[in-house]
């Protein structure tokens, strides 16, 4: 039997209906696979009193971590990450810096005894980003990333507020200290915060492929060496 042409066009409008329906409910699917307000913490003790393990705490995420301080009680401190605008989704791992996420990071202390107390930090993703599946592990794994560079960059500053006599300055040590435009005595976090904005501004790979002046290329390559020196130079000091 022959198929007239008022039966192709009913035939041709059912199958694209059909397209569509496919394709909204894969859409569909997708979404709600999505996860959103998720959370990861860990913890770990520290042998110094609960409230100046949560000063310190506060002071890491705050100076180094670029978080801003929203609500503090006697053994929690609640900050906001705000991270890039507009972010709603996230596709994929690897497929966005990890700055660039909203956060919640809060940390609790919980005090032990007199000298050692139990800290706690979580990292909650704001409920409006929706997560794939595998961006919802490489948060996990990217959240544990962090808390261990906060766990060393704490305990680097609890030994030294418990340290009570600093090393001796000498001239270059002050000099250091002036290159990475810090005053003298600042402490190892604060070191370390100027040596990675320093990197933002001077490290070579940060120019590469620009094609610049080679005037321009060397003062920067010095400008990095010099930087660089001083940061040593203070990471050995405040060592001892």
Known sequence: MCMTGEDAL??????????????????????????????????????????????VIGRVLSDLHACELMHVTSDKQVFSRRGAPGIRAVPGSGGMAWGDIPL????????????????????SSNENVHFAPAAAE???????????????????????????VAPPRTPDIDAAYAVLKLNPGASWPEVQ??????????????????????????????EFK?????YQLLKKHLSQ
């Open 226 to 230: 010099v930087k660089t020196e001083a």
């Open 138 to 164: 490489w948060f996990r794994q990217t959240a544990d990333q962090e808390f261990r560079e906060i766990i060393g960059e704490v305990r680097q500053a609890t030994s030294q507020t418990s340290t009570s």
């Open 10 to 55: 009913i035939t041709l409008f059912v199958a694209l209906v059909l397209l569509i329906v496919v394709g909204i409910s894969k859409k569909i699917i997708q979404v709600l696979r999505r996860k959103r307000d998720l959370r990861w913490w860990d913890e770990f003790q520290l042998t110094v009193p609960a409230q100046q393990a949560l000063e």
């Open 193 to 222: 915060a100027a040596y990675r904005e320093a990197c933002k501004q001077y490290h070579p790979d940060r120019y590469s492929g620009q094609n610049l002046p080679a005037p321009v290329g060397d003062l920067i390559q010095r």
């Open 104 to 123: 919640m990071v809060v940390a609790w202390c919980i005090p032990l005894s007199s000298e050692r107390t139990r800290a706690r930090i979580m990292f």
